[in-house]
């Protein structure tokens, strides 16, 4: 279990500040949080040295002192380590917080089941090269919780595939602004803070939908996840590389308060799980660092190659007659070989898309498709706008599969064969079609797919999710 040795003083402030449960977004609030709980005045509280511990099993003998002067007086030794503090935990299974997007991973198996993934996967190697643990994610740089930037890319300079974000400066603060500049106004206009500007004050998060509302007038809402827009540049590369400052704006996107759930009772027909109503944008953003692979232009690994797989606002989901056309697949596709599916209750989390709106439909459709249970939240594409995004495919922090991706893409065959996951430990199967490259076994396979039950929720022999559009099985 996760154990900080923080100021009872500041806990209580935190939980009076963020709640002891259900509100998951408070602390934030859509912009910047209260100073003291990230940053130390003077290192010092209450006559004593800030003190906190190591995250795993050696914190009660290995102590840490934090707040180092080049490190922007934060709580943590690193920008990541500061946000980790209250963002990772080893919650008890069905018992997750929303905002903890790391776990400790006991026994190789991550506990947290957030859209954007567990960083925990980080930690978890599978089968040699084929499936290393710092080819799960984001590789962030959080020295008090273990993690170090990649190796992955020394060949290319040490910088983000498809553009040039030095990786050694990857923390959460180089997608998340921590200060918050983009707000949206009472017309549902992005602005930003800037000297000169009166943008009016952030009264809410703008990841929840506001309860449906945009903000009243002289008033505005945060951007999704608060995340960096045009002209956004860490501090931490400020200086060093001005050229890595963002193009694109934040995206639009709706999830619900609870988001951090078990998808244990998906099935075929009914997908009981957690839905973010992504609307636009998301390729685009992620294009202000891998603008390489995003735009098309030559790609890493592969002299003159190009990236071939269309994501963004432009990659529609063409709404005609089911056959031959992604959307009509995705409604119809269940399972390899199961085409049955309708429009009604086609979602699967595994599988987003994004819904090719704006603003205009932020407290209409979105707020009305996001959802942590099934409901009305498990309809496919219908409006003939839908698009394939970079998450359609990837989680946004670390997954179990290599290149972050959401099911296992790459390394087996078979996901599910003859209703059990095909992990190390499965003898029933036949090795030769066994997942056995991945070196899970197949507790760690049903965390990978959240709890995922493989005899109810898959077909019997179920191929790779990429049919979930192109229905080739």
């Not at 279990?1 to 709640?19: E, P, T």
């Not at 200060?179 to 009166?198: E, F, K, M, P």
């Not at 209703?419 to 760690?444: C, E, F, K, P, V």
Request: hydrophobic fraction near 30%.
């Amino acid at each position: 279990m996760k154990s900080f040795r923080i100021s009872i003083l500041v806990v209580a402030a935190a939980l009076m500040i963020m709640g002891i449960a259900g509100t998951t977004y408070a602390f934030h609030d859509g912009g910047v949080a209260t100073c003291e709980s990230c940053h130390t005045m003077h290192n010092s509280l209450n006559g004593s040295i800030v003190m906190l511990s190591k995250f795993g099993s050696n914190y009660a003998s290995n102590p840490t002192e934090f707040n180092n002067a080049t490190q922007f007086l934060l709580h943590g030794s690193d920008q990541s380590s500061t946000c980790l503090n209250c963002h990772a935990s080893n919650d008890a299974a069905g018992a997750e917080s929303s905002y903890h997007i790391m776990s400790e991973a006991p026994g190789g198996i991550p506990s947290e089941r957030t859209p954007g993934g567990d960083f925990a996967w980080l930690t978890v190697s599978g089968t040699g090269t084929v499936n290393p643990a710092n080819h799960h994610g984001h590789n962030i740089v959080a020295a008090d919780f273990g993690l170090t930037s990649s190796t992955n890319y020394a060949a290319n300079g040490n910088v983000s595939p498809g553009g040039s974000y030095p990786i050694a400066k990857l923390y959460c603060s180089s997608c998340h602004n921590p200060h918050s500049d983009y707000r949206y106004d009472s017309g549902g206009n992005l602005v930003q803070r800037t000297i000169g500007a009166n943008v009016g004050p952030i009264i809410g998060s703008g990841s929840y939908g506001n309860s449906g509302a945009l903000p009243p007038a002289g008033e505005t809402i945060g951007v999704y996840r608060f995340l960096g827009g045009a002209g956004y540049i860490p501090k931490s590369i400020s200086a060093s590389n001005p050229s890595a400052a963002f193009t694109a704006a934040p995206p639009i996107a709706v999830a619900p308060s609870s988001y951090n759930k078990s998808e244990s009772g998906a099935t075929l027909n009914n997908n009981e799980v957690v839905r973010v109503a992504y609307g636009s944008g998301m390729s685009e953003w992620c294009g202000n660092c891998h603008s390489g692979i995003v735009n098309g232009t030559a790609d890493i690994g592969a002299s003159g190659a190009q990236h071939r797989h269309p994501a963004g606002a432009a990659a529609i989901l063409a709404n005609t007659t089911e056959g031959g056309n992604e959307a009509g697949n995705y409604n119809a596709y269940l399972g390899s070989g199961d085409l049955a599916g309708t429009q009604s209750s086609s979602y699967n989390s595994l599988v987003p898309y994004e819904e090719g709106v704006g603003m205009a439909n932020y407290t209409t459709s979105l707020y009305s498709h996001a959802s942590a249970t099934a409901g009305g939240s498990g309809s496919g594409p219908i409006t003939g706008t839908e698009n394939v995004m970079c998450l359609s495919c990837h989680r946004a922090h670390a997954s179990a599969f290599p290149e972050m991706t959401r099911w296992d893409a790459q390394a087996g065959e078979m996901i599910v064969e003859m209703g059990q996951y095909t992990g190390t430990d499965n003898t029933s199967t036949g090795a030769s079609r066994t997942a056995a490259a991945l070196g899970y076994s197949q507790a760690q396979l049903q965390a990978a797919y959240y709890d995922r039950n493989p005899a109810t929720t898959f077909a019997y022999d179920q191929r790779s999710l990429c049919n979930k559009c192109h229905a080739k099985d």
